[in-house]
């Protein structure tokens, strides 16, 4: 349940919010496919906790790149 509604308001983020924003993710998949996909994956526990570590990892002192869901 909780899942379903945390990828429903990523979806409507992705869909409706991030078309409007520059591309800024300096990670790929970005930020949001990543919170998505974990969540698929992991259900709400676990990938709250992977969507998390990664928003942490967003800094200019990281370099980004290539970052899948474990």
Not at 12 to 22: D, F, I, K, N
Not at 48 to 67: E, Q, T, V
């Amino acid at each position: 349940m909780i899942k379903m509604l945390l990828i429903g308001i990523l979806r409507v983020y992705q869909y409706c919010l991030s078309p409007l924003l520059p591309p800024s993710c300096r990670f790929y998949p970005s930020c949001s496919s990543y919170a998505r996909e974990a969540l698929e994956r992991y259900g709400a526990g676990k990938g709250i906790g992977f969507a998390l570590r990664r928003l942490l990892k967003c800094h200019p002192f990281h370099p980004g790149g290539y970052d899948p869901v474990p």
